[in-house]
């Protein structure tokens, strides 16, 4: 144990005894109950759907109990720190409306960095110093490695204790040589002595979990070439998470075999321990098996992925509660997105990510949305990643919203051929004459099996004698009485009367006025794309094909 001028010597003389930030972040005046709970992402990638499926648990659960949701940044990994990480996180946060209770500048428990607190490390660490908790490691990266393969050699545990630890008991002069000669070091906690026990704690979502206790001598302050003594995970979160006064601690299972590590750090520190909730991983089906949701692999472990994309946030929320507790995999949207989140219904292993469910409910959700609010969306989306098709629907707002309203307004069974906001393009770019392209070849494959001449005389008679009207089922009239012109039966119960009389169906013919109006065989009801298109537009469209 080294003697308090000598670990006070290696700290600013105006660092602060832990006294001074307790008193700081005092106890949270809540109702008893309230769940105070954080999101801690760290900026050294992309935003894992995983880290918002946990997140979206913790401010769920917060949120129904009175409590406090805050985000938490974990950036003191500098080495591993992605770019733009800070535009990332806000985009993601937005999408997904993780929203923080409190936050800097004026949150009570800040800073919400925590590369901004590193003298609340410090504090800690000198106080452990002092306690004799904790000691200062010289070990070189090559002596590390060395004890690594000798481990590796006897097939033994690895790690920084018992005979490999040579710095844990080693006398002040020795160190006191090492500091003179600018020897640079870590500083590690002082494991109790192993005894092979057991440790044991209940997990708030899988019960209780026995496991082998922490006999690793682990870092707590790590040397960087930037800024010097910054904390691991380890020692960050149990000091962060008693100061901000956290009450619930969900984390992804990965942090399971650390909590007697944890563990050890709070009764050190003299903190009460606070309970974990482990989360399972998200899943991905392969083949006959499953495995965890790959950020190098899988697209849609991204948020980026679901952003760009496209789908309303509410589908996708609706579809992670839906993961997270299965009661509400089958509800009504409004209804997974009301009712409170509970640990006790969250599984033990992984939920499937599957986006074709997530497919389903993203177009129940557009389904139910007026034509307005899905231009609005629609647009919004495609000035970011669509800019041409941005530029089209921006040039007549109104004529973009009237074609949104196809066979939505009014009507009892609503489309549904939009699950993202990308779909829009291909569903309904057509409507824009700068984006479609003219049906002029006869013997084009999508009109079907009429005999190119026969198509252009189709044509060309529906132009002669098109006329517009308000009425559906008169305009509708018209195809029957072109395909009785032609030959074709005006409906089944004719074709099936007479079958020797007709060259075929009616949905031959007003298969031709289909695809010539929409380049497709398959489109919104034609009376209403006719009626959104115009008189003009029409005739333009199907007199290409005639020729």
């Known amino acids: 144990m080294l003697d308090r001028a000598l670990v006070d010597s290696l700290f600013p003389d105006d660092l602060p005894d832990p006294g001074h930030w307790e008193s700081r972040y005092p106890p949270r005046e809540l109702p008893e109950g309230a769940h105070v709970t954080r999101f801690a992402p760290s900026p050294t990638g992309f935003v894992h759907i995983g880290g918002v499926y946990t997140a979206m648990v913790a401010q769920d659960l917060a949120r129904h109990s009175g409590g406090v949701f805050f985000v938490r940044i974990e950036d003191t990994d500098k080495a591993r720190e992605v770019a733009d990480s800070a535009s990332q996180f806000a985009r993601a946060f937005a999408y997904f409306g993780i929203e923080a209770d409190e936050r800097d500048p004026d949150g009570p428990y800040g800073p919400y960095l925590q590369s901004e607190r590193e003298r609340i490390y410090h504090s800690y660490v000198r106080e452990l110093l002092r306690e004799g908790k904790a000691f200062l490691c010289f070990a070189t990266r090559e002596q590390l490695a060395a004890i690594a393969e000798e481990q590796r050699a006897v097939k033994a545990q690895p790690g920084y204790y018992g005979r490999w630890a040579p710095w844990r008991d080693a006398s002040q002069a020795e160190v006191e040589a090492q500091l003179e000669a600018g020897a640079p070091f870590v500083v590690r906690f002082r494991a109790p002595e192993f005894t092979g026990a057991r440790s044991s704690f209940v997990d708030l979502i899988r019960g209780r979990i026995e496991q082998d206790d922490n006999r690793n001598n682990f870092v707590l302050l790590k040397a960087s070439d930037t800024r010097p003594w910054l904390p691991t995970y380890h020692l960050a979160h149990v000091v962060d998470d008693h100061l901000m006064r956290v009450t619930l601690v969900l984390r992804g299972e990965e942090w399971v075999s650390s909590v007697p590590v944890h563990h050890q750090l709070f009764d050190a520190l003299g903190f009460e321990r606070i309970p974990y909730a482990h989360v399972a991983p998200l899943l991905k089906q392969e083949g006959s098996s499953k495995r965890k949701l790959s950020k190098r692999k899988d697209p849609e472990a991204s948020v980026d992925f679901y952003i760009a994309t496209g789908y309303p946030r509410d589908a996708v929320l609706a579809y992670l509660r839906g993961l997270a507790n299965g009661r509400l995999a089958d509800v009504p949207v409004a209804q997974a997105l009301a009712e409170p989140l509970t640990l006790e219904d969250m599984g033990v292993t992984g939920a499937l990510v599957d986006t074709a469910k997530l497919a389903s409910i993203a177009k129940d959700v557009i389904g139910a949305m007026d034509a307005r609010a899905v231009s609005d969306a629609v647009s919004a989306w495609a000035e970011e990643f669509d800019p041409e098709f941005a530029s089209v629907l921006r040039a007549d707002p109104e004529y973009t919203v009237r074609v949104f309203y196809v066979e939505r307004g009014g009507a009892e069974n609503v489309r549904k051929d939009l699950a993202a906001w990308s779909d829009a393009r291909a569903a309904y770019g057509f409507f824009f004459p ?114």
């Open 434 to 547: 700068s984006l479609f392209a003219l049906v002029t070849d006869p013997a084009d494959e999508r009109l079907g099996r009429i005999d190119p001449e026969e198509a252009r005389a189709v044509a060309a008679d529906f132009v002669e004698h098109y006329r517009e009207d308000e009425d559906r089922d008169a305009w509708f009239a018209q195809i029957r009485e072109l395909a009785v012109r032609h030959g074709y039966a005006p409906g089944p119960a004719e074709l099936k009367a007479e079958p020797e009389r007709y060259r075929g169906p009616l949905r031959v013919v007003a298969t031709v006025i289909r695809v010539a109006l929409t380049g497709s065989s398959r489109s919104p009801d034609l009376w209403e794309v006719a009626r959104v298109l115009g008189s003009d537009e029409v005739r333009r469209r199907v007199g290409a094909l005639a020729g």
